[in-house]
């Protein structure tokens, strides 16, 4: 097994984790775009300073497997082409939720104690598509599986070695010889991406396949039992894992399961919407992380000056009501009788004042 553990930790930071969870989302939004189709087109231009190279794709099951389904992609950095980085959404639709719930049992995963069920059933089907646009193809692109790379790790580790390679080829006509090259794949994921992301980061290390510096959560659930908690901390590697204190997700499954480390815990309070949604949503997790992001628009919190306006509404509708139910102007009789047989008779108008 070769070394890919990278034993130098690195300092939490919440830009940074931000530029991971930007990734992710646009996974999210070419799914969105396209939810039938497991090769959506990548937006252009592309995320910042990256370019992209990669589909991954998966199949849910209930009682047998669907078609593959869009779940992630890969990503190469344009400055150094030794860097990559996996991102894979979370959750959409019922189907998945239900792959989610069937996690709730623990299966031997080898070399690292127990995982749910469901993650590794995930985990499994998941391949790797690479992207090749093409001039001669115009705007169409060519695109291979590389399942016959072996596991998805190996598919991953085939992936970059491939681009990789392909960097260095246009960097032999520089005048001084390009340094060897290490290929490192930083992971990030959101809910049941963060599960498959860590499972990824096990069998990547398990196997000795490339470098795998940091990995990023959001939202995870707790993967397996203690026994892979404990040898996944062991790999040495920066694990950011970032919670959203009201977020239930994280808090599952109950029983038998315990979190990798290291937690960095937010908390939405009232600055979000009070639905399990919005607390689970990553663009509630960026908007935690950094008050700039936005927020989806069903999640945010009306301002004070909107929540008084609500607060006032009702008594001045009830206002306007009672004006208008008033007539303009009444007169009430009154007769006073006297000794003298006289009646003193007293008008009193009633109106509204100009």
Known sequence: MNDVRETDARSYNPAQAVLYGQLVEIAYQMYDNAPANPEPSPPSPFFPGFKFIAWVQ????????SDWTFYGLIAQSIADANKFILAIRGTSNLTEWWDDLTSMVLVPLEGFGKVGY???????????????????????AATRSLESAGTFAQQVAAAVQQHAAAGARRSESTVEAPPPAIESVEVTGHSLGSALATLYVAENAKAGLVKTPMICTFASPRVGDPDFATTFNELGLTSW?????????????FLGF????????????????????????LTTYLHLLDPKQPLAPE?????K????????????????????????D?????????DHGTTIAITIKIGQSS
């Open 258 to 281: 315990q979190h990798v480390e290291t937690e960095h815990a937010y908390n939405s309070g009232w600055s979000v919407d009070w639905t399990l949604s919005c607390w689970h949503a």
């Open 241 to 253: 894992r970032i919670v959203n204190e009201l977020d239930i997700v994280p808090k599952l499954p």
């Open 330 to 338: 009444k007169e009430i009789a009154v007769s006073v009788p006297q």
């Open 305 to 328: 000056t909107d929540a008084t306006a609500a607060l006032r509404a009702p008594v001045a509708a009830a206002r306007a009501a009672t004006v208008q139910a008033a007539p303009a």
């Open 58 to 65: 998966m199949k849910d099951f209930i009682l047998e497997e």
């Open 299 to 303: 999640c945010r919190w009306p301002p």
């Open 118 to 140: 469901g993650f590794n059933r995930i985990y499994q089907t998941l391949r790797v598509v690479t992207y090749a646009p093409t001039e001669a193809l115009g705007a169409r």
